[in-house]
């Protein structure tokens, strides 16, 4: 029975000990490369175990924004993995100025396939310390509109207004105009145009019109909403409730209303929201027989 065994762990150490391919005179046997990875998925518990445990409760105590420490904690993920296949490399025998080489000449033939994915990993780069966007901000990419909810090396995840997740890859933010609702200033400005009557009083719909932005908790007090004269329409006057809001996320709730408090307010008030007139003239071309 016991030379089964010793056979079968001979057979086993073997297999395990084959040379699969050799690098720079160094051979690879599938245990070298099971070791290999292993360091790596140490690291990477370590990594998460650091940042879990140790360097989120510091950035807790010191309040650091939500977008400076996703920032921090990413970075630091990505100097822990590349350390620990730099170790993993000198673990298992390989020299890295060998493998220099052979990825310099790889390099040359990846690197016409895999454009796209370069150049989404330099975007990453750019966005996690030059932080054009953060986690939290609401952004409008095209026609997409949502909350960045994770920036990753390739792409980053958007959660629309339909809660639906889309991953945008990471050179869009770069090469293309990305608009930032919250980038610097969470505060933006919320115009509201509505045609009033011209029988209307306009200082009675200047009075309204401020009262609606007046009476919603939504609209800040300074800077101090205004109300504009915008232009003269065929059937109306064209005003703007002009506000300014501190939730940019929420814009189009508080737009709706608005434009519901001005409904009302104007029906309270009997101010004339007109309709688009058109006088068509008729004009009969007699000629003489």
Do not use: C
């Amino acid at each position: 029975m016991s030379t089964d065994v010793s056979e079968i762990l001979d057979v086993v150490s073997s297999v395990f000990k084959f040379t699969l391919f050799e690098i720079n005179q160094t051979p690879i046997t599938l245990s070298s490369i099971l070791m290999f990875f292993l360091v790596l998925l140490v690291f990477h518990l370590a990594s998460r175990l650091f940042r879990r445990f140790i360097l989120e409760k510091i950035m807790d105590r010191m309040k650091i924004e939500k977008g400076t420490r996703f920032t921090m904690t990413r970075t630091l993920h990505y100097i822990v993995m590349v350390i620990g296949a730099i170790v993993s490399f000198q673990f298992i025998g390989i020299d890295l100025s060998g493998l220099a080489v052979i990825f310099g000449l790889l390099s040359v033939g990846i690197g016409f396939g895999l454009q796209n994915v370069t150049s989404n990993f330099v975007a990453g780069l750019i966005l996690l310390f030059e932080r054009p966007i953060q986690i939290g901000d609401r952004v409008t990419v095209g026609d997409t509109e949502g909350d960045v909810e994770a920036i990753n090396i390739r792409s980053t995840m958007i959660r629309t207004l339909n809660n639906i997740s889309i991953i945008v890859p990471n050179s869009e933010f770069v090469a293309n105009r990305v608009i930032n609702w919250s980038h610097g200033d969470t505060r933006i400005r919320l115009d509201t145009e509505v045609g009033v009557s011209y029988n209307s009083d306009l200082d009675m719909v200047i009075k309204a019109l401020t009262s609606v932005a007046e009476e919603n908790p939504n609209i800040l007090k300074n800077p101090k909403p205004e109300v504009l004269l915008k232009s003269f329409g065929d059937s109306s006057w064209n005003m703007v409730l002009r506000g300014w809001l501190n939730e940019p996320g929420r814009h189009h709730v508080i737009q709706s209303e608005i434009n519901m408090a001005i409904v009302h307010k104007f029906r309270d008030m009997n101010i004339e929201i007109p309709f688009p007139q058109r006088d068509l003239h008729i004009k009969e071309n007699k000629s003489e027989t």
